[in-house]
């Protein structure tokens, strides 16, 4: 039986964990943090995540969907709040597609509590990867007291996060292309309570979102009726985190920015200047693998969260990892190659659409020309479904190749600009006068 080496004990290294062990492997996964399954996540850093198809997928193939799905909720579309408090609501998709705000802390420990379950699965917690022997398959760790050890494995995953020290060690070896770039802009935790009689005070099948062009606040639903609301901000600047000092630099930004939920947000004074300020990274890297040693998840490609995408893609990188144990085992060379060279692309085009749907998010959802295209773009997806699928369909409500998704969202951009500059919405339903421009779109 190989011996597995996981380092990272989140969400893709927990469930690459499971996949392994039931392929028979001895794995062996080691967390730096606490077990938290019986530690509270740190407030302020918990963030909602937006379960969609590619990660449902990936947990049907554990044997959790059903579970997961359980403590979820659906969110059928987006609620845009203006600063005068209109709203206007817009779709995800058809009516029976949504994506699934979950807790990401109890996502972690179902996954820690399946990997727990399995008699060839071993959890070290408080074990912090500090160096790594490409060659010969050696991790080092130190625990909470400062005390070192060393683990040997035939293979060791790198499912470490964006600051991922096995990555660390790839990068030291040459011929390692890396890059790390952040936003200007943060995010800060707050919450929206259940109001008296314990019911949401949003519509909670909503993501909802203040869009003010340069910054937004988000809402994600909880199941005890709160709602996870968090601000992107800029860091820095005149209007920035770093501008609000007291609280009554606060309760002016709120008054002027978004009145009409400061009044739903409790403890906002001691939110606000408590919680952590988190950044905005995005990784990108190549090679993935080296001798003995692969990168998953995060640690092989950090994304901004804009596309809700990033616990899907990671999960993503779980399943073909594993459909490539299924194809060429025993043959690692070719597993680790024919892994990443499928994941890398994909990973590439999703950090180019989170970056996208950030400036959508933030400066175009409450735009009137930005709405009428979507709505033609709405149109076409519901006249046409075999034939035009829109990009966030693809990314979302599909397992399409996150590169297809990019590359077709583009092709789908011209086609719905060709219309609206043509004035043919109310002609979308004509087959006579649609018909040539799908001929051309589908050459």
Not at 65 to 72: H, I, R, S, Y
Not at 314 to 338: A, G, H, Q, R
Not at 402 to 414: C, D, I, M
């Amino acid at each position: 039986m190989e011996k597995i080496a996981i380092v990272g004990g989140g969400l893709a290294g927990s469930l690459v964990a499971v996949y392994l062990a039931k392929r028979g492997f001895d794995v062996h996964l080691f967390e730096k943090r606490p077990d938290m399954r019986k530690n509270r996540i740190s407030a302020g850093r918990s963030i909602n995540l937006a379960l969609s198809v590619r990660g449902i997928n990936a947990l049907e193939k554990a044997g959790l969907d059903k579970q997961v799905l359980a403590t979820g909720i659906a969110m059928t579309g987006r609620m845009m709040h203006t600063k005068s408090g209109e709203l206007n609501y817009q779709p995800y998709g058809k009516d029976d597609q949504a994506i699934y705000s979950v807790s990401r802390g109890l996502l972690n420990i179902k996954l820690l509590e399946l990997a727990d379950e399995m008699p060839n699965i071993t959890l070290y917690f408080n074990t912090n990867c500090v160096d790594a022997n490409l060659q010969e398959g050696i991790a080092y760790f130190e625990d909470e007291n400062g005390n070192r050890s060393e683990f040997k494995a035939d293979r060791i995953i790198g499912s470490d996060g964006a600051f991922s020290a096995i990555r660390y060690e790839m990068q030291t070896k040459g011929r390692f292309d890396y890059s790390q770039t952040y936003l200007d802009h943060g995010y800060k935790e707050l919450s929206i309570p259940p109001n008296a009689s314990g019911e949401f005070q949003l519509d909670k099948n909503c993501l909802h979102i203040w869009p003010r062009e340069s910054f937004m606040l988000i809402a994600l639903p909880n199941l005890d009726g709160t709602f996870t609301l968090t601000l992107f901000f800029q860091l820095d600047g005149p209007l920035s985190f770093d501008s609000i000092k007291t609280p009554a630099d606060l309760d002016a930004f709120f008054d002027t920015y978004f009145p009409d939920v400061k009044s739903l947000i409790s403890d906002l004074h001691h939110d606000f200047f408590n919680n952590p300020t988190g950044q905005l990274c995005t990784v990108r890297c190549y090679p993935w693998t080296n001798d003995k040693m692969a990168l998953i998840g995060d640690a092989a490609h950090a994304v901004v969260p804009f596309y809700g995408q990033g616990m899907n893609c990671s999960f993503e990188d779980c399943v073909v990892f594993d459909e490539m144990l299924e194809k060429y085992y025993p043959n690692w060379d070719t597993i680790f190659s024919e892994y990443q060279k499928s994941r890398k692309p994909n990973a590439d085009a999703i950090a180019n659409l989170a970056l996208q749907n950030f400036v959508e998010m933030r400066d175009l959802v409450g735009d009137k020309d930005f709405l009428h295209f979507k709505h033609v773009e709405h149109d076409l997806t519901e006249l046409y479904p075999g034939i035009f699928r829109s990009q966030y369909e693809l990314v979302t409500f599909s397992n399409e190749p996150y590169k297809y998704a990019l590359e077709q969202g583009a092709r789908n951009s011209e086609m719905v600009k060709k219309i609206i500059r043509l004035g043919l919405e109310d002609k979308l339903n004509d087959q006579s006068v649609i018909q040539p421009l799908f001929d051309e779109y589908l050459k």
